[in-house]
């Protein structure tokens, strides 16, 4: 992956500011730069898969007129021709006064994430060395580790962005997110159990896989193998911090955010500022330094802020484009969740860290005071649905009878009504907050970084069945 030099940076900026500079005012208008590399390596029995995804460079620029918004894009070779394109797009549009556009103080940023092990300067060997002991690893600790998969990716994305509010941005983020499987074998029973490793930085966010993890991992798995299908019924359940952030991504996340809210594909819309939730329950979508989906400033030159999705139990802001909070009226609740897959893709409103808020409780205190129910531990998929509902699986989990953990179950479906779950909701727990990063798609694409996650929360009001 080769850097973007100080000076093709200057001269990137210069032209970048040229392009606005050269629009009336009394148009609305702003252009973003995007480089983007990545590297994927996929390892199982069958072998090793490299994907490198060489650097992409690229401007889109766009214009909004007081109805709607256009767009031109272009590699980064063609920023003549987009200066000519934009000329010409300038003399066929028409200043309306249909939607006022929401506007946005001037801010100046240059950030850039540090990595104390720069993968970009890695050779490919180094990288697939560590992947392969790792493989190896998870081989040796027991023989009924029958084969691995093993999924790694490094990716790093430059952004500059300038418009004509006078705003000059450039944020420049190393990610890193590797997902970790042994497929075990017993009694002619097979199952796995996985692992996410995930952080912005360098290759040092690997550190986190030692052998203890990875003994722990194939331990799991091993049980999940021999573990029996869970109950089926409504009854109490706890959901571990990857299970709670899925619902606080893919229910709220997705559910609230301003486009599907405009567009009347949401029940949230009716619940605006209204009790969704128990008190004790806040949901929230914010910048963490380090978290995989962590951004400075979105795709619209909007800073990354604290956007309180449930606060208390009451459903308190959407997540918004500029074009979302225009049309809506919602001029204060910009927070920075305007995104782009790339210079090529278009903009929705997206989440970037969706959380659970730590409570007040002990998980001990919240399994101890427990007559029976289900702990549902590590999600493994769901849907979102728009309609207020809940479909989301577990790997696995336990039985809780008397106060205490018992049997461990796996294939577990949490389905119902999202408020009249999240309403019975009478525990959360401590912190910290556990986080799973990962590329999260809108519809069948737009792929970008989020991270979901959360604390154990307990509800008496959840049904579950073998999934």
Known sequence: MIDV??????????????????????????????????????????????????????????????????????????????????????????????????????????????????????ALSDKLSKINNVYDTLKKIDDRVQNSVIRYQDSIQERIFVNTEGSILRQKIPRISTYLAPLVKVDGRSDSDYHFVSGQGGFEVLNAINHALLSDLVKSSIELAQAPLPPTGKMPVVLDPSVSGFLSHAVFGHGVQGDAIYEERSVWKNHYQKQVASEILSITDKPIDGIYGNYFFDDEGVLCQKTPLIEKGILKNFLHSRMTASLLGMEGDLHGNGRRQSFMHPIFPRNSNTFIEPGDYDIDEIISEMEYGLLLVKASHGLEDFDGSIHCNSKSGYVIENGEIKDRVKGISLSGDAINMLMAVDAVSKGPVDFIGMNSRKGLNEMVPISFGGVYIRSTNGFVSPG
């Open 5 to 122: 030099r100080f000076e093709d940076r200057e001269n990137i900026i210069q032209n970048m500011q040229e392009i606005v500079n050269s629009i009336p005012s009394k148009y609305y208008s702003d252009i973003l730069f995007d480089t983007t590399s990545s590297l994927t390596v996929s390892k199982s029995r069958s072998g090793e898969k490299v994907n490198a995804n060489l650097k992409t460079r690229g401007f889109v620029f766009r214009i909004y007129n007081g109805e709607r918004y256009y767009e031109l894009s272009t590699a980064a070779t063609g920023i003549s021709k987009l200066k000519e394109n934009v000329a010409k797009l300038l003399s066929n549009i028409e200043k309306k006064s249909t939607i006022e556009l929401v506007s946005y103080p001037k801010h100046e940023i240059d950030r850039d994430v540090p990595m104390n092990i720069d993968f970009t300067q890695m």
